[in-house]
């Protein structure tokens, strides 16, 4: 009896994975404006995935309470693995290329960290060593790989951290992520490009200019707007960028709001709610937090010492 056809499902779309799973995810990148690649955190009872292809790419990072039991079937080839509660010290990963169908089952209730990373993207930091038509990814099961494993924690602790703010670290990291997925689970083997030198002049002062405009914007002020707004792939403009300034585009962008903010605070006729949403912080509570890492004062501190 021939498999039924696999459910095609777009990872980027919010509820994508309600078909799939009986519980909705404890914590999403849904609605908070990521573009290269998106995020949710699950714990779902024992269960079976229908046969299902993803349109991403998509990184498994698998947090079991307790020993579990797991069988992946691809093209009727079977395969069991067992993961256990201190898989972590090893950094297991499972990675299932997209539009690939496979099925799942689990027999315990288990904790997993999803990341749907977008081909097109992948395609995109590849465009300049390889044709990105010929951009494919194997799948892998329990592999250990510290950088990815560590990676992608970053990448939750951004979202944790900056919320609504968090989509330009996601990005940065979300090229770190492609670099190495190219490199180390390719079919192909590339030789990708190395910038061993920053910006030029004219390009960095372009960079800053845009940055300085849009301090306030968060929706113009991504890591694919700057690089779009120079004519550069954005991974190249990150990495370029860091050698001209020494600290990466996200680390610029909150240093420079925070600079704002304290220009903004002599103000006595706006609120610090105000300051905040101007500055574009995703509240006020964000936007104390990291006003106090930068300054050492809150932000109602430091006004008092002008009024």
């Given at each position: 009896m021939p498999e039924k056809k696999p459910l095609a499902v777009d990872y980027s779309q919010e509820n994508s994975t309600a078909p799939l799973v009986p519980n909705p995810p404890l914590l999403t990148s849904h609605g908070l404006g990521w573009k290269d690649i998106h995020f949710a955190h699950h714990r779902q009872p024992s269960w079976e995935l229908p046969n299902v292809k993803g349109a991403q790419h998509v990184i498994v990072l698998p947090s079991p309470k307790q020993v579990t039991d797991v069988e992946f079937i691809e093209e009727r080839h079977v395969q069991?693995?067992?993961?256990?509660?201190?898989?972590?010290?090893?950094?297991?990963?499972?990675?299932?290329?997209?539009?690939?169908?496979?099925?799942?089952?689990?027999?315990?209730?288990?904790?997993?960290?999803?990341?749907?990373?977008?081909?097109?993207?992948?395609?995109?930091?590849?465009?300049?060593?390889?044709?990105?038509?010929?951009?494919?990814?194997?799948?892998?099961?329990?592999?250990?790989d510290l950088?990815?494993?560590?990676?992608?924690?970053?990448?939750?602790?951004?979202?944790?951290?900056?919320?609504?703010?968090?989509?330009?670290?996601?990005?940065e990291l979300a090229a770190k992520l492609s670099m190495h997925l190219?490199?180390?689970?390719s079919t192909r083997k590339y030789d990708l490009p190395q910038y061993g030198e920053g910006l030029s002049q004219s390009k960095l002062s372009q960079a800053l200019e845009y940055i300085n405009?849009?301090?306030?914007?968060?929706?113009?002020?991504?890591?694919?707007k700057i690089a779009d707004e120079l004519?550069?792939?954005?991974?190249?403009?990150?990495?370029?960028?860091k050698q001209s300034m020494r600290i990466s585009p996200h680390q610029y962008v909150l240093k420079k709001q925070i600079e704002w903010a304290e220009q903004l605070l002599k103000n006595k006729e706006l609120t610090i709610t105000a300051i905040a949403e101007l500055c574009g912080f995703y509240n006020q509570s964000h936007f104390a937090k990291y006003f106090r890492r930068f300054t050492g004062l809150t932000p109602k501190q430091f006004r008092k010492n002008f009024f």
């Open positions: 069991k693995i067992q993961y256990h509660p201190k898989d972590y010290v090893n950094g297991f990963i499972e990675l299932f290329p997209a539009d690939r169908p496979y099925r799942c089952s689990w027999n315990k209730e288990v904790e997993f960290i999803h990341y749907y990373l977008e081909p097109k993207f992948l395609a995109h930091v590849a465009y300049e060593s390889v044709n990105p038509d010929r951009v494919e990814l194997v799948l892998e099961l329990r592999r250990s950088f990815i494993y560590h990676l992608c924690l970053a990448i939750k602790a951004g979202l944790e951290t900056y919320g609504a703010n968090s989509g330009f670290l996601a990005s190219l490199q180390h689970y405009e849009h301090l306030g914007n968060t929706a113009s002020l991504r890591l694919d004519g550069m792939d954005q991974n190249r403009f990150s990495k370029m960028f």
